[in-house]
């Protein structure tokens, strides 16, 4: 205990006191409200927590206790401490591991999936080329249709949208940076990617059939993580089902 808390015994005396002190200001209300818990139930106890030292390095320890009656008919706790710091980095490196291995892996699937995405954005452009001549034409006529150039700049303009937000989606579903939470209506989060992977879908012979709620109340969260979530389940759904028989449904409730 002396080298864990970091005590010289020639200078500070152990005492519940100093053990709170060294108790990080952020974990102690937590840590006492399990030990008065555990001294009013006369129960077990076990929990983790960050301790601060004189030169204010920080360790991660565990404290485990058990309630024991005395020969006075009282009740002692007897129990362990155990720094765990090396673990708790160890844990912490591992998850940096995986969160930087699964954006590497929704990256690598832009390689797969680069052909449905250029044919989704060649889709808006074409139009807008083909729409584009067509309202020059109408109004280069002797007599300018105005109506129809009208009605060609109004697709130009709509398909100019779809395009925006292709780019806008593909570009939240791989980035590495967090968001803010918000408050959205969970079809969202569901409608882009499959629109996105709707070609992708296609090629494996895969038919999507969507059961989704209106009506439901907005969720708070963050949304591009929920995207990721639903583009990961939609992308091993398609790779489960490729060496299945025909046919081959993915549900979404």
């Given at each position: 205990?002396?080298v864990?808390?970091g ?9 519940y ?158 980035t ?59 992308m ?18």
């Amino acid at each position: 205990h002396y080298v864990i808390f970091g005590i010289d015994p020639a200078v500070e005396q152990p005492s519940y006191a100093v053990y709170l002190r060294r108790v990080h200001p952020q974990d102690l209300p937590v840590l006492e409200q399990t030990i008065l818990r555990a001294a009013r139930e006369t129960s077990s106890f076990q929990h983790e927590y960050r301790i601060v030292l004189h030169d204010g390095s920080v360790k991660y320890v565990q404290s485990t206790g058990h309630p024991d009656i005395n020969a006075g008919g009282e009740v002692e706790f007897v129990g362990t401490v155990i720094d765990i710091t090396e673990r708790r980095h160890a844990e912490e490196a591992l998850r940096r591991a995986q969160a930087e291995l699964a954006r590497v892996w929704r990256l690598s699937t832009m390689g797969e999936l680069a052909g449905s995405i250029i044919h989704e954005i060649n889709q808006p452009l074409a139009a807008i080329a083909v729409h584009s001549s067509a309202a020059l034409n109408w109004l280069k006529a002797k007599t300018p249709n105005v109506h129809e150039a009208s009605a060609a700049l109004t697709v130009i303009a709509s398909e100019s949208l779809r395009a925006g937000d292709i780019v806008r989606n593909l570009r939240a579903l791989f980035t590495k940076d967090t968001q803010q939470s918000t408050t959205f209506d969970i079809n969202q989060v569901i409608a882009p990617v499959l629109e996105l992977m709707r070609i992708e879908l296609q090629k494996c012979e895969v038919k999507v059939k969507t059961e989704l709620g209106y009506g439901l109340p907005l969720v708070t969260g963050f949304e591009v993580q929920l995207q990721q979530v639903v583009f990961n389940l939609v992308m091993n759904a398609k790779e489960a089902m490729q060496q299945t028989p025909l046919p081959r449904e993915l549900s979404i409730k």
